[in-house]
T-cell receptor, first 113, second 111 residues
Framework: GDSVTQMEGPVTLSEEAFLTINCTYT??????LFWYVQYPGEGLQLLLKATKADDKGSNKGFEATYRKETTSFHLEKGSVQVSDSAVYFC????????????FGTGTRLTIIP | EPEVTQTPSHQVTQMGQEVILRCVPI?????FYWYRQILGQKVEFLVS????????KSEIFDDQFSVERPDGSNFTLKIRSTKLEDSAMYFC?????????FGSGTRLTVV
């Protein structure tokens, strides 16, 4: 079945550091890939998505590129801020995003000033 | 921006009681979902719903759970006889062609 393997946390970085959170997937067919963010006490917000190979999703300075050859969708940001502290979930979906999402375990990110 | 709305935001119930969690999906979406997240753990799929019927359900979604779309706007999750292990955050979502949106969740606490 489909699965998502996500970098274990927690991750603690200093402000303005470079961020990478690794995500790899196993899926049949051609999934869409997503990063969701969950701020403390809140729900899941879509951060970015990519729907086909070599697509790059980007939002709020975060980027991730859909790499079919390595089955990866790593999240990156060049300079993190304290406000980026949250839990980040990688997820995959099929059928043009109209089926269940399979989530990774989540990575808790803490940015210290 | 369109939102998925969930009510209540927090519900406390006694073990063995029935609860109904409510959701209003985005109006032009056709696919609806429930997920749950036990505190500190991953988000788990429960059920998907399309064209007024369940399209897929997980092994978690046993006979104690049911979903319904009682009118043109609401989508509900019912747990018939709650157990302590049902305590979790429950998220509703709706989608239409990559526009996959989650509500802010209902925190269910079973005591």
């Amino acid at each position: 079945g489909d699965s998502v393997t996500q970098m274990e946390g927690p991750v603690t970085l200093s402000e303005e550091a470079f961020l990478t959170i690794n995500c790899t997937y196993t899926a049949t067919g051609y999934p869409s890939l997503f990063w969701y963010v969950q701020y403390p006490g809140e729900g899941l917000q879509l951060l970015l998505k990519a729907t086909k190979a070599d697509d790059k999703g980007s939002n709020k300075g975060f980027e991730a590129t859909y790499r079919k050859e390595t089955t990866s969708f790593h999240l990156e940001k060049g300079s993190v801020q304290v406000s980026d502290s949250a839990v980040y979930f990688c997820a995959l979906g099929t059928n043009f995003g109209n089926e269940k999402l399979t989530f990774g375990t989540g990575t808790r990110l803490t940015i210290i000033p | 921006e369109p939102e998925v709305t969930q009510t209540p935001s927090h519900q406390v119930t006694q073990m063995g009681q029935e609860v109904i969690l409510r959701c209003v999906p985005i109006s032009n979406h056709l696919y609806f979902y429930w997920y749950r997240q036990i505190l500190g753990q991953k988000v788990e799929f429960l059920v998907s719903f399309y064209n007024n019927e369940i399209s897929e359900k997980s092994e978690i979604f046993d006979d104690q759970f049911s979903v319904e779309r009682p009118d043109g706007s609401n989508f509900t999750l019912k747990i018939r006889s709650t157990k302590l292990e049902d305590s979790a955050m429950y998220f509703c979502a709706s989608s239409q062609d990559y526009g996959y949106t989650f509500g802010s969740g209902t925190r269910l606490t079973v005591v």
